[in-house]
């Protein structure tokens, strides 16, 4: 099982979590609130995961 599906079954109804990775690639175009690092089901390591709230101010409609 990947990263993604862990997130993902840590995220509530319609909430979107990010790995530290996909965070920072996308960073400049979405608010995210930190979630600190979390641990996931069948990993070792905690990962630090970002909640995403919404598209930045900054981001333009050709960005999306």
Same mark, same amino acid.
């Given at each position: 099982?990947?990263?993604?599906? @862990? *997130? &993902?079954?840590?995220? &509530?109804?319609?909430?979107?979590? *990010?790995?530290? %990775?996909?965070?920072?690639?996308? %960073?400049?175009h979405i608010?995210? &609130? ?5 641990? *996931?089901?069948g990993r @070792?390591?905690? &990962? ?10 900054? %981001?333009?409609?050709?960005? @999306?």
């Amino acid at each position: 099982v990947n990263l993604a599906q @862990r *997130l &993902e079954s840590i995220a &509530e109804p319609g909430q979107v979590i *990010l790995s530290d %990775a996909a965070f920072h690639a996308v %960073a400049q175009h979405i608010v995210a &609130e930190p979630l600190g690092l979390v641990q *996931l089901k069948g990993r @070792r390591a905690q &990962e630090m995961a970002y909640s995403v709230e919404g598209m930045a101010a900054s %981001a333009t409609r050709a960005d @999306r």
